[in-house]
């Protein structure tokens, strides 16, 4: 493909800091923004740089314009299904926030749709293109964590006064950015889960209409091709802890730990086999336990894969790009994962191939926390994830 695409971002409360990203991608040549409220699609493109004509106020605006190559949707999650089908029965290739989907009728319609209409489709997984997980990456291949024995996945945010669309929401219908990085790191998909509910959840935390009593969920999965389980603890309200969303992994000879504060280093772990005979461990007992040293892990921005008009977006800063009446901040939230799931969407469709998260690998990790949720709804019982190949 040698003419630039044509992008729409919809949605931009969390999608307003896509839009620079995508501005800056060297195989885009216009963007375009759509949010329902036309004062915030106003203000985001005379931010950016977007000029009026390409900031709309309908998805149909731009499923309905033949220039338009590519979707980016970033709305709520109940919309996730209907936004999705439309833009690919449009022929427009899709990206989406996550999850794909919160049940397993709608992932095979989005998988039905796609394999019909034969565009991409990725769903954009920001936990797997985080610095972190870049670093657990790294540390894995180079063999310092050794066979991987345990998996702990969290994601703690407490979500009162957020939109009634959050109100009652199952957590792990959103627990992909706790999962995906030990099924992306493994390259496999969960066998079965075990879920139970943690609390209750009170009457007034319930309007958004959603079949589900827990405030916390905590799932034990079992992985294809491994001894290893992942243990996820999903929780978005009536948990007190501040906002925390990562990982702790453990093998045989190493592992690490998020910051318990979230965002900082990571604490690593190397563990160097049993104590000699005859000498003190950690605990002064003598020819008794394992030798472990601790130390800090800065996590760095991986870039070698991105352009150089992308690497600015992996950490926080100032931008100003043509048309741009004045330099504007932007975020570099998720670990710095944005420009590269940008990188990869837009790169996919150039290059005229599956992208890594795509509709299988996203069905998967999807699937995984509606099964958890139907689990817990049935007091532990364990249950099969569909496979999807």
């Excluded at 219908?173 to 079965?192: E, K, M, R």
Aim: charged share 15%.
């Amino acid at each position: 493909m040698t003419e630039k695409l044509v992008l729409a971002v919809v949605g931009l409360g969390f999608g307003a800091a896509f839009v620079p990203i995508y501005r800056s991608h060297p195989s885009i040549g216009r963007v375009i923004i759509v949010d329902a409220d036309p004062t915030r699609s106003a203000q985001i493109g005379l931010r950016f740089g977007i000029p009026a004509e390409d900031c709309r106020t309908d998805i149909s605006q731009v499923l309905d314009d033949a220039a338009v190559d590519a979707v980016h949707i970033l709305t709520p999650v109940p919309s996730h299904t209907e936004l999705t089908v439309r833009v690919m029965q449009a022929g427009k290739h899709c990206a989406c926030a996550v999850p794909m989907a919160t049940s397993l009728e709608d992932i095979d319609l989005i998988l039905q749709t796609q394999q019909q209409y034969g565009v991409n489709y990725m769903m954009m997984e920001t936990s797997v293109y985080g610095r972190e997980y870049f670093e657990l990456a790294a540390a894995y291949s180079s063999g310092e964590l050794g066979t991987i024995t345990l998996y702990r996945g969290f994601h703690v945010q407490n979500l009162d006064g957020f939109p009634t669309y959050w109100q009652g929401y199952p957590p792990m219908h959103y627990l992909t950015h706790a999962l995906s990085p030990i099924l992306n790191l493994l390259d496999t998909h969960p066998v079965t889960v075990s879920a139970r509910g943690s609390g209750i959840l009170t009457d007034e935390r319930r309007s958004g209409d959603f079949n589900n009593p827990f405030p916390c969920e905590v799932g034990i999965f079992t992985l294809a091709g491994s001894s290893a389980i992942a243990d996820i603890t999903m929780a978005f309200f009536q948990t007190g802890r501040s906002y925390i969303e990562g990982f702790d992994i453990y093998g045989d000879r190493g592992g690490l730990e998020w910051s318990r504060n979230h965002d900082g280093p990571l604490t690593r772990y190397a563990m160097s086999g049993p104590t000699p005979p005859g000498t003190d461990n950690s605990w002064g007992h003598v020819g008794r336990g394992n030798t472990v040293t601790t130390s800090v892990l800065e996590p760095q921005d991986v870039v070698d894969t991105l352009t150089p008009e992308l690497r600015p977006f992996t950490h926080s800063g100032s931008v100003r790009l043509p048309g741009m009446p004045a330099p504007t901040r932007v975020e570099a939230h998720h670990g710095g994962s944005h420009p590269h799931l940008v990188n990869e969407f837009v790169n996919s469709i150039v290059d005229a191939r599956e992208p890594h998260v795509g509709t299988v690998r996203a069905a998967q990790w999807s699937a995984a926390g509606i099964v958890a949720h139907e689990s817990a709804l049935r007091g532990g019982v364990e249950l099969e994830v569909p496979t999807y190949l």
